[in-house]
């Protein structure tokens, strides 16, 4: 792969010591997740999980205008796959339901709204520049917060403002999201990545294996990445999904996204 090739893929990854750094790079689509992002992202995950020199991995988006915007609807509009046959274990970006033995820092450099928000909650912790959002607008556009948003947001912030956040759709400030502790830090956007890169730094300063040990403990993981306490969340958002992407109002609002216009519901 040519270094052009390699500065246009829709991820790239590289070693900053034991710090595995991942950078969504799709800045013109808001880097909105498509089959390749997924693949290289999942593939960077299962290194820094089999790796011992990787302590601790950062997650972070290209440009400014966007951590992430989610699934790219344009391709979903076009009847293209975002999570690739065969790494649907992996959730959405090859991230929200790829549990690691490693720490996991987002580094939120712009709005993360919808799949954004929900690399966020599948992420240990987070720093989020001053004029980041979050929210899960799904229901705006007909959708299900399929990759993990529905159930985890739910265990992330008070149950009134999760359920708020899930049946409005409307964002929240970086501010706001501090206050809720949706993310550990807030700080100017030009020190996003050096602030997440500091603290993944401390991270891995101590010592990997009691580190690790924490995680399991602490999100009752196993020693093969599983999460029992999620298993409910992940079916019920299985059984949805199906039945809401087939829908009529599914179908419009993707149809309504790639048209600039409201949509029109119909209910069914």
């Keep these: 792969m040519t270094t052009e090739e390699s500065a246009a893929a829709p991820a790239l990854v590289e070693r900053r010591g034991s710090i595995m750094l991942i950078t969504l790079n799709r800045p013109d689509a808001r880097n909105a997740v498509d089959a390749e992002m997924c693949t290289l992202v999942g593939d960077a995950l299962e290194e820094a999980d089999h790796d011992p020199d990787v302590r601790v991995v950062v997650l972070t988006g290209a440009g400014e205008k966007s951590f992430c915007a989610g699934a790219d609807l344009?391709?979903?509009?076009?009847?293209?796959?975002?999570?690739?046959?065969?790494?649907?274990?992996?959730?959405?970006?090859?991230?929200?339901?790829?549990?690691?033995?490693?720490p996991t820092i987002a580094a939120v450099n712009g709005p993360a709204l919808g799949g954004g928000t929900e690399l966020v909650l599948a992420s240990d912790l987070a720093v989020a520049a001053e004029h980041a959002q979050f929210g899960l607008p799904e229901v705006k556009r007909g959708l299900v917060a399929g990759a993990g948003g529905a159930f985890r947001m739910i265990d992330r912030v008070p149950r009134t403002v999760?359920?708020?956040?899930l049946f409005t759709g409307e964002p929240i400030t970086a501010e706001r999201a501090a206050e809720l502790h949706l993310v550990n830090r807030v700080v100017p956007a030009d020190q996003v990545l050096a602030t997440a890169l500091a603290l993944a730094e401390t991270i891995a300063a101590n010592a990997p294996?009691?580190?690790?040990?924490?995680?399991?403990?602490?999100?009752?993981?196993?020693?093969?990445?599983?999460?029992?306490?999620?298993?409910?969340?992940?079916?019920?958002?299985?059984?949805?999904?199906?039945?809401?992407?087939?829908?009529?109002?599914?179908?419009?609002?993707?149809?309504?996204?790639?048209?600039?216009?409201?949509?029109?519901?119909?209910?069914?």
């Design 74 to 102: 344009k391709a979903i509009s076009r009847g293209e796959q975002v999570i690739p046959a065969g790494r649907e274990h992996w959730g959405l970006a090859g991230y929200v339901s790829h549990a690691i033995s490693k």
């Design 162 to 165: 999760a359920l708020e956040l």
């Design 209 to 268: 294996l009691a580190v690790q040990a924490h995680k399991r403990i602490a999100l009752g993981q196993g020693a093969e990445g599983e999460r029992p306490g999620e298993e409910t969340g992940w079916r019920a958002t299985s059984e949805a999904l199906p039945l809401i992407a087939e829908s009529e109002d599914a179908k419009e609002g993707a149809l309504a996204f790639v048209e600039k216009r409201a949509p029109i519901w119909q209910g069914r």
